[in-house]
C-alpha cells in the first residue's frame, strides 16, 4: 500500500498549487482522505478531509475558503487545490488515508501515510 504526493514547490505569496495524492496497491474508495500538513519546529495539524463518496469535506479554519480537497474514486487520487497561498502554508504537506468512511480531523483516525511533498510560500 502506497500514496504518493507530488505537485509542491515554491510559489510567491497570493499563488497556488494544486497537490495530488495517488494511492496504490488496494482501494480507498471505501474510507475517508486527508492532507496534513508539519512546518519546521511545529506539531503535525490537520488540513483538510473529505468523506469516501466526495459527499463530506472539512477544514482547518486557517485554510477555509482558500484550499479545496476533492477526490476520483476511479483514479484512486485526492487532491488539494490551494489558492491565495500564504507564507504561513510552508510546510510538508502529507496524504492520509482513513480507517473509516466518514471524514476525520486527527491523525490517529488515519492508516496510511504518504511520504509528503514541500510546499514553500514566499512573502
Known amino acids: 500500500v502506497q500514496l504518493v504526493e507530488s505537485g509542491g514547490g515554491l510559489v510567491q505569496a497570493g ?3 494544486r497537490l495530488s495524492c495517488a494511492a496504490s496497491g488496494r482501494t480507498f474508495s ?3 482522505m486527508g492532507w496534513f500538513r508539519q512546518a519546521p519546529g511545529k506539531v503535525r495539524e ?3 478531509t473529505i468523506s469516501w463518496n466526495g459527499g463530506s469535506t472539512d477544514y482547518v479554519d ?6 479545496t480537497i476533492s477526490r476520483d474514486n476511479v483514479k484512486n487520487t485526492v487532491d488539494l487545490q490551494m489558492n ?3 507564507p504561513e502554508d510552508t510546510a510538508v504537506y502529507y496524504c492520509a488515508a482513513g ?3 466518514s471524514p476525520a480531523i486527527f491523525g490517529y483516525e488515519y492508516d496510511y501515510w504518504g511520504q509528503g511533498t514541500q ?3 514566499s512573502s
Do not use: H, P
Open 30 to 32: 471505501n474510507v475517508a
Open 15 to 17: 499563488g497556488s498549487l
Open 119 to 121: 510546499v514553500t510560500v
Open 99 to 101: 480507517r473509516s468512511w
Open 46 to 48: 490537520f488540513v483538510a
Open 84 to 86: 491565495s497561498l500564504k
Open 62 to 67: 486557517t485554510v477555509k475558503d482558500r484550499f
